[in-house]
Every structure is written in structure tokens, then in C-alpha cells.
């Protein structure tokens, strides 16, 4: 198996069984899912992997890579 999508299933683990919702876990799911997409690994892997849709795993890399530079609503109108 991959190295980057164990990242993301070992995150995934570790948030499933976090009982506090805004623990760290969240944020090494987001990581491992951006440094996965970021490798290269193909987004339909990577969101199976992490139990996201496509969309989100496109989401998480987006917040992970540029934190202050999210989209928001507003931005997409222009």
C-alpha cells in the first residue's frame, strides 16, 4: 500500500476515535489528505481512503494549503 494513503487512513482512524470534535486529529486528516493529493495520488484513492467525497479531499488540500486563502461564497461571485 501506498505511504501517502496510509497517512490518510491512519488519520482517519485516529479522528474516528477522537472523542473531542475540534482535536488535532481533524487537522493531521487534512494534512495527510493535502500531502496525498499533493504526491500525486489520484483524488478518487485518496477520498476512499479517507471516507470523504472527492470534493472534500479537494476541499481539505485547498484549506491545508492555503489556510488564510480559503474560498468563501462571496469570492466565487466575482
Known amino acids: 500500500m501506498d505511504e501517502d494513503i496510509r497517512a490518510v487512513e ?3 482512524a485516529t479522528l474516528e476515535s477522537a ?3 475540534h482535536d488535532p486529529a481533524a487537522a493531521s ?3 495527510a489528505v493535502a500531502a496525498a493529493v499533493t504526491h500525486g495520488k489520484p483524488i478518487r484513492e485518496v477520498a476512499e481512503a479517507a471516507h470523504m467525497t472527492a470534493l472534500e479531499v479537494l476541499d481539505a488540500a485547498d484549506a491545508a494549503t492555503y489556510p488564510q486563502h480559503s474560498l468563501q461564497p462571496w469570492m466565487m461571485a466575482q
Open 19 to 21: 472523542a473531542v470534535e
Open 29 to 31: 486528516l487534512q494534512s
Open 10 to 12: 491512519e488519520a482517519v
